[in-house]
């Protein structure tokens, strides 16, 4: 196949025609050094977001909860065991663990989600404890699940985003910066005037709605962003492009904290941090070296560890 005719498949199809992925040391690998080849490729913009680093740590977290049936007594059941670890400004740290793991528990015990009969434990921000309305200024969570707007276009719907943030406390050219701005960072500007759709209506696809998720939270630049599985139900490209944009956020100074499953070995090589959960408990936490095969390396050992 020609470059021509091969660069215009990709450029149609993506990823599908890719050459299969060879794991090369990290200083060669194209992601690094190659120029961009399709549009999940490009590297995302983070110009302009500037945000206050701040790290999060947190203490033997646990979550406890009441089951029982009608009629019935209820009992406490523990759904997140003791765990504690932390996370620091500029490094994305990533949660995997089989599907019923605690791994959205967590992400809302750390968010402060639960109540707090439910929750016990220390969340602490660079060594101080946060009130909830500091905790609301800067830490944002995106759920698992979109939850927006089916009738308004991307656009319309960061403009309500900002407004609801920043009330009428701001110029409308001020709003109109904020949210360009919002739109650039997660690379929807082509879409910047779709409608996010919904049953009834045909809208922008399943990734371009994970990002607009994304930028809704990023109009308010937290500190710490908490994101629940950005990348499931996306193809394979679309989760590269999710994951290039949280990697170049985490470079921006925001604090990353997401759940993923089932990362192809491009994104496991953004990760900068690593946390294992089984059965509702921390089974192993890695802070990487920068090597991309001791990542493969230890995340297959640690594999190993939880089957046995
Ligand atoms: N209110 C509740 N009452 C009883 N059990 C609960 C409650 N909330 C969560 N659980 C249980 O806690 C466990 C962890 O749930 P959680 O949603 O955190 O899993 P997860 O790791 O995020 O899974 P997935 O990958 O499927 O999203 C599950 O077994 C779930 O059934
Ligand atoms: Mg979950």
């Not at 403009?159 to 701005?181: H, N, P, W």
């Not at 650039?184 to 990734?207: N, Y």
């Not at 990697?247 to 690593?274: N, R, V, W």
Request: one cysteine or more.
């Amino acid at each position: 196949m020609g470059n021509a005719l091969r660069a215009r498949h990709i450029a149609l199809y993506g990823e599908a025609l890719r050459p299969p992925t060879v794991l090369l040391p990290l200083d060669k690998h194209p992601q690094r050094s190659d120029p961009p080849s399709s549009p999940a490729d490009r590297p995302a913009p983070a110009h302009g977001v500037q945000v206050a680093p701040l790290s999060m740590e947190w203490s033997d977290l646990t979550v406890t909860v009441k089951i029982g049936g009608f009629l019935k007594k209820k009992v406490p059941l523990q759904i997140l065991a003791p765990c504690s670890g932390t996370a620091s400004p500029g490094d994305l740290l990533a949660i995997m663990g089989p599907s019923g793991s605690g791994k959205t528990t967590l992400l809302d015990a750390l968010a402060n989600r639960l109540t707090s009969d439910k929750v016990k434990g220390k969340v602490t921000y660079g060594g101080a404890t946060f009130s909830a309305s500091e905790q609301h200024k800067h830490v944002s969570y995106v759920a698992q699940d979109d939850s927006l707007m089916g009738v308004f276009t991307v656009t319309e719907t960061l403009v309500q985003a900002a407004r609801f943030c920043y009330g009428y406390s701001i110029s409308g050219a001020k709003l109109t910066e904020i949210v360009d701005e919002a739109i650039e960072t997660v690379g929807l500007a082509s879409a910047a005037h779709t409608i996010v759709g919904d049953i009834f209506r045909k809208g922008i696809s399943g990734g371009q709605k994970r990002r607009l998720s994304l930028a809704v939270e990023l109009i308010k630049k937290p500190s710490v962003l908490i994101v629940d599985e950005p990348t499931s139900g996306l193809d394979s490209a679309s989760a590269y492009g999710v994951m290039r944009n949280l990697t170049a956020l985490c470079k921006a100074g925001h604090t990353i904290i997401t759940t993923i499953h089932q990362p192809s070995s491009e994104i496991y090589g953004m990760f900068d941090q690593f946390m294992l959960l089984s059965k509702v408990r921390t089974v192993h936490s890695i802070t990487y070296t920068p090597t991309r095969h001791t990542r493969g390396e230890e995340a297959f050992a640690l594999w190993l560890r939880l089957r046995s």
